[in-house]
């Protein structure tokens, strides 16, 4: 495979087949069964075994690197790896996550969303060490790239937002938490890199949050705090980045505004941001979304131009919709970027993956792929 074609890269996830949705579909209205479910349904594993060697197969017949199992094994791109810490419950809650519509009215996502924590946690024998191994098996030469929800992400949500420590709680401290969250992440990380693993990629969505020029940020309701609580979300990142670092793993991250069934959750531009969150994180590569205007300018990118050996992944293509891109818009993006950046230091991808959660974004395989060696092209044909 040229460089020019390595240059297009996939975030992750890959729509699933309809035969492996009959199944998955089923976990979402159950909370009495425990991750990752094959006990609960039978024929369920041996299902999600086959599909997951045939999209890792279509990867490699298609030149993709770093390859994953298209997320056929997750339910949703966040919560699995947090169901498989030692010791975590899920439930359906009241509500889901809150999306924007195509009209821009109110979307509800699914609801089993709910967590608690029973015990305190722990990243060792992770059911994602054991998918890891079988991707790596089947992927033979060809890179393999596992991603994880993000540790502060994770945290603001346990933490900020469920608000899982306290008198009754097994933290008792949001300290206390954050401490055995971040434990847990390094010990995954460890038996991570003992299995073989190289490329981790943390994916996180909430860094417009602390954005002034978002309408759904922590700003919208008073920032009391929030430079504060940035600060922790970077600190945390970083712990994590530097022992993966420590590991000698590459450390990667994408960052987005939700995927969600072609839905977004936010706006939010990257200028807003770019001092803290592209400035000051330990990351290796960014995959970054910039499909619309909801980003801002690609100017944000000036705070890396000294940070030499940090790679961009431009997410300038759109995994929710079903037509493919206009490559000139794409194209002049990445002359604008590669005035900041030297162009050995950029890549192309869809803003996101295709199917974040188990129903997918509004497309068919069939267009999917389309969109996929589009993309290709364009970085062939820019690279080459």
């Not at 502060?152 to 009754?168: M, R, W």
């Not at 530097?242 to 793993?249: K, M, N, Q, R, S």
Request: glycine share 8%; aromatic share 12%.
């Amino acid at each position: 495979m040229s460089t020019a074609t390595a240059k297009f890269q996939l975030v992750g996830s890959l729509l699933r087949h309809e035969d492996l949705l009959k199944y998955k579909q089923k976990i979402e209205n159950r909370d009495d069964i425990k991750y990752p479910f094959y006990d609960a349904f039978p024929g369920y594993k041996e299902k999600e075994s086959e599909t997951t060697k045939q999209v890792i197969a279509k990867q490699k017949e298609e030149g993709i690197t770093p390859i994953t199992d298209g997320e056929y094994t997750k339910s949703m791109w966040h919560l699995d790896f947090i169901w498989g810490l030692k010791d975590i419950e899920r439930y359906i809650a009241d509500s889901g996550y809150a999306f924007q519509d195509h009209d821009g009215g109110d979307f509800e996502t699914r609801k089993d969303i709910g967590l608690r924590i029973t015990e305190p946690l722990s990243g060792k024998n992770h059911h994602f060490i054991d998918i890891f191994k079988n991707v790596k098996t089947q992927s033979g030469n060809t890179d393999v790239k596992l991603t994880v929800w993000g540790a502060a992400h994770a945290f603001t949500e346990l933490a900020v937002f469920d608000e899982l420590y306290g008198k009754n709680q097994v933290y008792k401290t949001q300290e206390d938490l954050k401490d055995g969250l971040v434990n847990a992440y390094k010990e995954f990380l460890t038996e991570y890199k003992e299995a073989g693993g190289k490329i981790i990629q943390f994916d996180d969505c909430l860094w417009e949050l602390f954005a002034d020029d978002n309408e759904h940020s922590f700003y919208a309701s008073g920032n009391e705090g929030i430079e504060d609580l940035a600060d922790t979300f970077i600190s945390i990142n970083n712990e994590v980045a530097d022992f993966g670092h420590e590991l000698g793993l590459k450390v990667w991250t994408h960052n987005c505004r939700g995927n969600y069934q072609s839905r977004h959750a936010a706006g939010g531009t990257y200028q807003a941001i770019a001092e803290k969150f592209l400035g000051e994180q330990h990351y290796d590569r960014f995959f970054l979304e910039w499909d619309d205007e909801r980003a801002g300018d690609i100017s944000a990118l000036e705070v890396l131009k000294d940070k030499d050996d940090v790679e961009v992944v431009l997410g300038l293509l759109s995994s929710k919709t079903s037509t493919l891109d206009d490559e000139q818009r794409v194209v002049n993006l990445l002359d604008k970027a590669s005035q900041i950046l030297p162009k050995e230091r950029l890549f192309l991808s869809h803003q996101c993956g295709f199917a974040s959660c188990d129903n997918g974004n509004e497309l068919s395989i069939e267009q999917q792929w389309n969109k996929i060696n589009q993309g290709q092209k364009i970085a062939a044909e820019y690279w080459g």
